[in-house]
C-alpha cells in the first residue's frame, strides 16, 4: 500500500517561502507521475504543479515564476518550494501519485498553508 506524507506547510507572510514535502512509501515511485493539488476554502481542489522528471514538470499559470517542483528519486520524494507567496496561496496542499493510470491513484493528507497580509 502506498502512503503519501506531505510535510513543510505553515503560517507565513505575504512575499515568504515555504518548501513542501512529500514523502512516499510502499513502492519506489521513480519515473511516475506526481502533483501537488491545492484546495481553499469553497473552492474546488486545483492542479499546481507535477512531475514526471526534471524535464518533464508542468506549472499552473497563477504560479509559474514563483513556484517550482522537483523530486530526489533516492529519497522517494517530491517537493514544491514557494517563493513570493501571496494571501491567494493559503490552502490545503496535496500530493498525489500517478501510477499510470491516467488518474490520480494515491493522495496524501494534505498539509495547511497559510498567507497573512
Known amino acids: 500500500q502506498v502512503q503519501l506524507v506531505e510535510s513543510g506547510g505553515g503560517l507565513v507572510q505575504a512575499g515568504g517561502s515555504l518548501r513542501l514535502s512529500c514523502a512516499a512509501s510502499?513502492?519506489?515511485?521513480?519515473?511516475?507521475?506526481m502533483g501537488w493539488f491545492r484546495q481553499a476554502p469553497g473552492k474546488e481542489r486545483e492542479l499546481v504543479a507535477a512531475i514526471i522528471s526534471s524535464r518533464a514538470t508542468y506549472v499552473t499559470d497563477s504560479v509559474k515564476g514563483r513556484f517550482s517542483i522537483s523530486r530526489d528519486n533516492a529519497k522517494n520524494t517530491v517537493y514544491l518550494q514557494m517563493n513570493s507567496l501571496q494571501v491567494e496561496d493559503t490552502a490545503v496542499y496535496y500530493c498525489?501519485?500517478?501510477?499510470?493510470?491516467?488518474?490520480?491513484?494515491?493522495w496524501g493528507q494534505g498539509t495547511q498553508v497559510t498567507v497573512s497580509s
Open positions: 510502499g513502492r519506489t515511485v521513480s519515473g511516475y507521475r
Open positions: 498525489a501519485l500517478d501510477l499510470s493510470t491516467g488518474g490520480w491513484d494515491y
